[in-house]
C-alpha cells in the first residue's frame, strides 16, 4: 500500500495561474518536507512542517507557500507560478528522529505554459 | 552543512559488484551518513544508513572510513533495477530531525 501518496501525478498550469499540489500520508509521521527538483538536477528542500511547526529554506522564493492542516495532509502553493517553476515536486515524510528514514511520494510534475 | 563529493557516473555489468564512493572530508562527529537512490521517474528512495561502523542490510553493504572522511556504497550483485543516480547525504543528530540536503549524485548505468 502506497505511504506517501501524492496528487495529481501530472499537472499542467498557465503563467500566473495558482496552483496546488497535493500530499498525504499513512505513516503518522511528525514531519513532512516539500522539495523541487528541476530536469537533471538534485532535489532541493523548500520548506518542511515539524508538526504544526512551519519552517522554510532561507533561499525558498514567497511564491511558494504550504498548508498542512493535519498530521496526514500537506499542501505545496504556488500563487503565480513563472516558467522557471517547472520541476518535479515531491513530498517526503519522516519521524522525528534525525537518522529515520525519509519516505518519499512518487512526485507531480509539474508544467507551466 | 557539509557537503559530499561523488563521482558524476559510473558503470557496471549485470551481476557484478558496484562499489560508489564518497568523500565528506568536513563530517563532523554528528553527522550520520545516508544513501538513497532515485530510480527514473520516482521519487527517491532509503538504501543505508551509518555513524562509524559498518552498516549491512537487504539491498546494500554501507563501509566508512576509519576517519569517516569517506564511505563507500557496496551493491553486492548489481541488476538492471539498480539503474539510478545515488545520493550520499550527511545530516546532524544535533537537530531533532534529519533534514537531508542532497549533492548532485551519482548516476549509476548497469549493462546486460
Known amino acids: 500500500d502506497a505511504m506517501v501518496i501524492q496528487n495529481p501525478r501530472y499537472q499542467v498550469t498557465q503563467f500566473g495561474k495558482p496552483v496546488t499540489l497535493s500530499c498525504s500520508q499513512t505513516?503518522?509521521?511528525?514531519?513532512m518536507y516539500w522539495y523541487q527538483q528541476k530536469s537533471s538536477q538534485a532535489p532541493k528542500l523548500l520548506f518542511h512542517?515539524?508538526?504544526?511547526?512551519?519552517?522554510n529554506e532561507a533561499d525558498t522564493p514567497d511564491n511558494f507557500q504550504s498548508r498542512r492542516p493535519n498530521t496526514s495532509f500537506c499542501f505545496l502553493d504556488i500563487r503565480s507560478p513563472g516558467l522557471g517553476d517547472t520541476a518535479m515536486y515531491l513530498c517526503?515524510?519522516?519521524?522525528?528522529?534525525?537518522?529515520?528514514?525519509?519516505?518519499f511520494g512518487p512526485g507531480t510534475r509539474l508544467t507551466v505554459l | 552543512d557539509a557537503k559530499t563529493t561523488q563521482p558524476n557516473s559510473m558503470e557496471s555489468n549485470e551481476e557484478e559488484p558496484v562499489h560508489l564512493p564518497c568523500n565528506h572530508s568536513?563530517?563532523?562527529?554528528?553527522?550520520?551518513i545516508h544513501w538513497y537512490r532515485q530510480l527514473p521517474s520516482q521519487g527517491p528512495e532509503y538504501v543505508i544508513h551509518?555513524?562509524?561502523s559498518n552498516v549491512n542490510n537487504r539491498m546494500a553493504s554501507l563501509a566508512i572510513a576509519e576517519d569517516r572522511k569517506s564511505s563507500t556504497l557496496i551493491l553486492h550483485r548489481a541488476t538492471l533495477r539498480d539503474a539510478a543516480v545515488y545520493y550520499c547525504?550527511?545530516?546532524?543528530?544535533?537537530?531533532?530531525?534529519?533534514?537531508?540536503?542532497f549533492g548532485q549524485g551519482t548516476i549509476l548505468t548497469v549493462h546486460p
Open positions: 517526503a515524510t519522516s519521524r522525528d528522529d534525525p537518522t529515520d528514514t525519509q519516505y
Open positions: 505513516l503518522n509521521h511528525n514531519v
Open positions: 512542517y515539524y508538526d504544526k511547526d512551519f519552517n
Open positions: 568536513t563530517i563532523s562527529g554528528t553527522d550520520y
Open positions: 551509518g555513524l562509524t
Open positions: 547525504i550527511l545530516s546532524s543528530f544535533g537537530t531533532s530531525y534529519g533534514k537531508l540536503t
